[in-house]
């Protein structure tokens, strides 16, 4: 059975940190694109950031670029989506995703969703 469980979600005041984590099992770990995606209240699905376990590359969007890391740790099958400088506007539900593709955020291409992780930013 493939899964991706998502932790490491919680309270957080603006400026400060947290890191989510995405276990993954199930499936050849290294052939695979993870993608971390969000959905805050009254919006849609959005891409964060994804790192392809191929390569190694990987791609942010510009709302988090430069404050949003992710890694890879191939032994633990396991990716981390590293977040400093918290915003409010980074209030949402965090999914990881897998993709069978370079790496993107194209939520179409995504075949296995986790079941998500809540970042609560204050002001």
């Known amino acids: 059975e493939v899964q991706l469980v998502e932790s490491g979600g919680g309270l957080v005041q603006a400026g400060g940190s947290l890191r989510l984590s995405c276990a993954a099992s199930?499936?050849?770990?290294?052939?695979?694109?993870i993608g971390w995606f969000r959905q805050a209240p009254g919006k849609e699905r959005e891409g964060v950031a994804c790192?392809?376990?191929?390569?190694?590359?990987?791609v942010y969007a510009d709302s988090v670029k430069g404050r949003f890391t992710i890694s890879s740790d191939d032994a633990k099958n396991t990716v981390y989506l590293q977040m400093n400088s918290l915003k409010p506007e980074d209030t949402a539900v965090y999914y990881c995703?897998?993709?069978?593709?370079?790496?993107?955020?194209?939520?179409?291409?995504?075949?296995?969703w986790g079941q998500g992780t809540r970042v609560t930013v204050s002001s």
């Open positions: 199930g499936f050849t770990f290294d052939d695979y694109a």
């Open positions: 790192i392809s376990n191929k390569d190694g590359s990987t």
């Open positions: 995703a897998a993709s069978n593709h370079v790496g993107h955020l194209i939520i179409t291409r995504y075949d296995y």
